[in-house]
């Protein structure tokens, strides 16, 4: 009787870790659920909007023009930003701002 019981509730363990780490890769690598804050993509993705974030297209095609890219924010590490990309390392960029500050950066 005990024997049995002591069985199943370790059968159940071990199902339980199988399926949380088959469930933390998925969402680790393949993508997973997230709410990005902020207006600053309005229309496209409102503020607390939720989207499927995918992990894998970066693996195999690189960050192109027009992707969105899903960030922690830098003020807040809790909460993640959404941002389109408009250009890329080496891309010369023009602004409507008056300032003549550039920053040049790169991101490996």
């Known amino acids: 009787m005990l024997r049995g019981v ?3 509730t370790f059968r159940l363990v071990g199902y339980t870790i199988q399926y949380g780490c088959i469930a ?10 997230v709410m990005c804050s902020g207006p600053s993509m309005e229309p496209t993705i409102q503020n607390a ?7 894998l297209s970066r693996h195999f095609y690189g960050i192109q023009r ?6 922690k924010s830098p003020s807040d590490p809790k909460s993640n930003i959404c941002k389109r990309i408009i250009g890329l390392e080496g891309d010369k960029m023009l602004t409507s701002s008056s300032s003549s500050f ?7």
């Open 6 to 8: 002591l069985g199943k």
């Open 49 to 55: 909007d939720i989207v499927f974030a995918e992990n």
């Open 66 to 71: 027009g992707d969105i890219v899903i960030a």
């Open 102 to 108: 550039f920053k040049s950066h790169s991101y490996g």
């Open 24 to 33: 933390h890769c998925a969402f680790e690598y393949a993508g997973g659920v």
